[in-house]
């Protein structure tokens, strides 16, 4: 995980098959004694998902597998590696090639997004910031804005409701949601008017490492 990190190796990591099939395999472990082993392997495909050829990462069904599958973790212990799965969408999302392909897929990424926008436990807050922020990231496609905003049992209905959150602990989760809604067709920007001026003007959300 640590080798990772470093921005000049971390292409030539990605690059190669057999270290990549190694990350996998320890990402899609179950075992509970192996829950250090598997976070690790998932930090590592996080900090990997960060460097200029991410769409090789989502077009691997080994890594989008690991990827979502520890996604979809629900036992708190597996919170950390949870939160690196979502920041590897994360960034993931942030490259054009992918958004479309990630929103698209209804009972994958999709799906899995729109439930971790919508926690409300405070120890899930990290998950659910995530999470908007990649709803954000994906918002910006066009057609991915459009979906969202008729999706009025989805993800519109998280977006909105996000973006109406208040205390500072929220600012993010907010923000991010502002930023999603600033994206959408004319109709949606008009429901968020009074509020949308607060949301970030540009760029993407990109969680760049794990820790």
């Known amino acids: 995980q640590s080798l990772s990190s470093d921005a000049e190796i971390k292409g030539p990591m990605?690059?190669?098959?057999?270290?990549?099939?190694?990350?996998?395999?320890?990402?899609l472990l179950q075992d509970p004694g192996d829950r250090m082993a598997r976070t690790c392997a998932l930090g590592a495909l996080q900090n990997l998902s960060n460097v200029n050829d991410h769409a090789s990462m989502w077009e691997?069904?080994?890594?989008?597998?690991?990827?979502?599958?520890?996604?979809?973790?629900?036992?708190?212990?597996?919170?950390?590696?949870?939160?690196?799965a979502f920041g590897a969408l994360r960034n993931l999302a942030a490259q054009?090639?992918?958004?479309?392909?990630?929103?698209?897929?209804?009972a994958g990424a999709?799906?899995?997004?729109?439930?971790?926008?919508?926690?409300?436990?405070?120890a899930d807050r990290e998950l659910r910031d995530c999470a908007l922020a990649t709803l954000w990231n994906l918002a910006t496609a066009p057609a991915n804005a459009s979906s969202m905003e008729k999706d009025r049992l989805g993800a519109r209905?998280?977006?909105?409701?996000?973006?109406r959150l208040s205390g500072p602990?929220?600012?993010?989760?907010?923000?991010?949601?502002?930023?999603?809604?600033?994206s959408f067709p004319e109709q949606a920007k008009g429901d968020a008017a009074a509020v949308v001026?607060?949301?970030?003007?540009?760029?993407?959300?990109?969680?760049?490492?794990a820790t």
Not at 96 to 106: L, V, Y
Not at 157 to 163: H, L, P, R, T, Y
Not at 174 to 179: E, M
Not at 197 to 209: E, H, K, Y
């Open 157 to 163: 209905v998280v977006i909105d409701k996000a973006s």
């Open 197 to 209: 001026d607060a949301a970030p003007q540009d760029g993407s959300a990109i969680a760049v490492a």
């Open 96 to 106: 054009p090639e992918n958004k479309e392909r990630m929103w698209s897929e209804e």
């Open 110 to 122: 999709r799906s899995i997004l729109v439930e971790a926008a919508s926690l409300s436990d405070p």
């Open 169 to 182: 602990e929220n600012r993010k989760a907010r923000a991010y949601a502002l930023a999603a809604l600033r």
């Open 60 to 84: 691997d069904a080994g890594s989008r597998e690991a990827l979502l599958a520890a996604a979809r973790l629900q036992d708190t212990s597996d919170r950390k590696a949870r939160i690196c």
């Open 14 to 27: 990605l690059a190669d098959v057999q270290l990549r099939g190694a990350l996998v395999s320890a990402a």
